[in-house]
């Protein structure tokens, strides 16, 4: 019995050590996927994927970097010693922390920037069935469904578009994330980039604009590919355009990355 108890004092005593070793980190993955699947609509959702755990799968190394960023702003917070001087005169303890010792001001830090960050890229994404929409009518109906058509069947295009055009934008995210992670150590980036009172959403904005452009380009090599494609199609007839592509897809990727 003695035993017991000092197992269980022990463990009392060390429970807030482990509490204080650790930050709280902000998982935003599930939010993100709950406003994606909103932007989306269900069936275009569950067209790109097929459950909710696979798209939070997906967000999760965007979470994780955006997680990065707002450990790495609060630590220079806390560490700035004039941090009081432009905070009202209140230590970094007392402005994000609650209680007499503000003990978890830094796991509070990092949540409300992680999650400024993460509403900004939530506000800055597309509509995956509107960029297929967009795409459909710049290349064309008959480009669009060899494009996307699985089996000769047009009638799945649009739904293996928005599937490809959903994935493609975490993708795009994701690789900003990690070159805006970059950006963040130069001077001036929040200024930069932040566009709400405190600059906590700068990194959000960096990932969202950055992102864009990114899918903007590809898009747009994507609908003159695919044009070419369907010119080379029309001109050199189905057996010779498939003896030198194989598919349609093929081409467009090929041609696409040139």
């Not at 003695?2 to 935003?28: G, H, W």
């Not at 994606?36 to 959702?45: E, N, R, S, W």
């Not at 003159?224 to 029309?234: E, F, M, V």
Request: with cysteine; charged share 15%.
């Amino acid at each position: 019995m003695r035993k017991v108890l000092i197992i269980i004092a022990a463990a009392a005593l060390l429970a807030p050590v482990a509490a204080m070793a650790t930050a709280p980190q902000s998982s935003n993955a599930s939010r993100t996927c709950t406003a994606l699947k909103a932007t989306m609509g269900a069936t275009a959702f569950a067209q790109a994927y097929p459950t909710f755990g696979a798209c939070v799968s997906a967000v999760t190394p965007l979470d994780k970097s955006n997680t990065t960023s707002a450990q790495s702003l609060c630590t220079a917070e806390q560490n700035d010693a004039n941090f009081a001087a432009s905070h009202n005169g209140k230590t970094f303890a007392q402005f994000y922390g609650t209680g007499k010792s503000g003990k978890d001001a830094f796991g509070r830090c990092v949540s409300q920037k992680a999650q400024a960050s993460s509403q900004a890229i939530a506000n800055g994404q597309s509509n995956p069935a509107k960029t297929c929409s967009a795409q459909r009518t710049q290349m064309g109906v008959s480009a669009f469904d060899k494009l996307y058509g699985v089996n000769g069947n047009a009638k799945n295009a649009f739904g293996k578009c928005v599937s490809k055009a959903a994935r493609a934008q975490v993708n795009a995210e994701t690789s900003s994330a990690q070159l805006c992670l970059t950006e963040q150590s130069l001077s001036g980036f929040a200024a930069h980039w932040g566009t709400n009172a405190n600059l906590s959403n700068a990194f959000g904005k960096c990932v969202s604009s950055t992102a864009k452009n990114s899918e903007a380009k590809q898009q747009q090599s994507t609908v003159h590919a695919a044009k070419a494609c369907l010119a080379l199609l029309n001109s050199e007839g189905a057996s010779t355009f498939k003896s030198t592509y194989a598919t349609f897809g093929a081409c467009v990727s090929a041609k696409a990355k040139a």
